[in-house]
């Protein structure tokens, strides 16, 4: 692995001032993250810290040291107008159904904005944010990070090269992409959702699809294209809870997903099960989450597949979490193996080929790519539409397609729902 940054069409000039930053919500489990990263940003100057939580105030004097904190956005933008100050942009790391009020409250004051997947709780809400930031000329960009994470990095350009005519024989990409399958199933712990209510609150933007399946739903979006149809059934549940009532939330779900393309998907989503197969396991990019290696035989050999992390030997195989399969081979992510028939031709009574595609980027820096490209945008040295980031138009698809997930698991028959994007 090399430390060459990849998927940024322009990394940040130092030489030039540090885009001014506020962080709206610091202090949750997101906003700690975005707050240590913009710290440590050469390119960024943390000038405020938001949050409405009762021990914040104490917390901003730990976490950053200085910096002037708010209680709330409406305290922050007085102040700052007070003595001309106003952040030039903003991280919004709020639990979702604040995302869209904060927001809209920022852009009005003209701040550029990051805010934090999903886009909005609501498509609706969503789409009264992306026209209003396009009105006042503000930028705006949804935190969608794993575009930046280096495996779907090098996914995306094994896809970008399977597009040329596949060869019959020999070295070539997957072909045509005919499906896909997914799984993120992992065991969140009791205490996740007692620090934070609104995580089993539909009302609020809780919920499994709303939370984690947001972030598959744009990786594959990004890949593969458009969804444009779902169907959804209901996993077994966790908590005793009373079904009728409208604020409870799914705890999983197996779906499938029709892409523009003609393509096809199956997805297996639960936030309640024991499992290493979740892109956060899988990928090592969550420095709170351990990366999850599929044992070899002989567990005291060295081998290839072994990696460093903090200076440590991780053995094993890494797990897989997509196979993405084409007309003339098999993508699997993150363990990164490209399966062909390599010189034959296409046969199942032919030998496949298997191959290792490398990243080139360390695994744990998605949230770091992501700042120097919004700092770029902010600064106008990239435009919103180049690079990997997510725009607001697109994060308020992977909301469509989410709600389409939602009304389909609502459904008692396991309903078949178009996503509708207007
Ligand atoms: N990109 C990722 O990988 C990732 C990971 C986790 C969470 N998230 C997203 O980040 C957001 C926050 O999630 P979390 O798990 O950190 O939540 P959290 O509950 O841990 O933190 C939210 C924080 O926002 C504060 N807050 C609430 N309303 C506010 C307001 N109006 N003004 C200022 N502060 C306010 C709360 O006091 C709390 O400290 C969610 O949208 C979630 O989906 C993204």
Redesign the pocket.
Known sequence: MSSTPIGLSSRTDVRKHPVSIAI????????RRHTAHVLSNASAALVAV????PA?SELAAELAPGVPYYH??TEMLSACAADNSTPEAAIV????A??V??ALELAEAGVHLLV???LADTKATARKLVDRARELGVKLLV???RRFNPYVVAARKVLEASKAEPRETGESGIGTVTAVSGLWAAYKPDDYFA??A??RSRKM?GGSV??NF??EVDVLQYLLGPIVRVSAEKTLRRYDVEETDSDVVEDGAAMTLRFASGAVGSFVLGDGVVSPHFFEAGTGE?PMIPQARRPRRHLDESDESDIQRKGQTVRGEPVDVYRIFGTHGTLSIPDMTLWTCGDKPRSWVNDITVRRIEIDDDPSVPFERQLDHFIAVVRGDTPIEEGPGCTGEEGLRVIAVCEAVIEALDDAHGGRVGVDTA
């Open positions: 709206i919500g610091f202090g949750g489990l997101i906003g938001v949050d409405g939580a914040a709330s956005v790391c709020t639990p979702n604040y995302h009020p904060v934090e997947k999903p935190g969608h990070h620090a934070g609104w995580r933007g709303m939370i947001v972030h969550n």
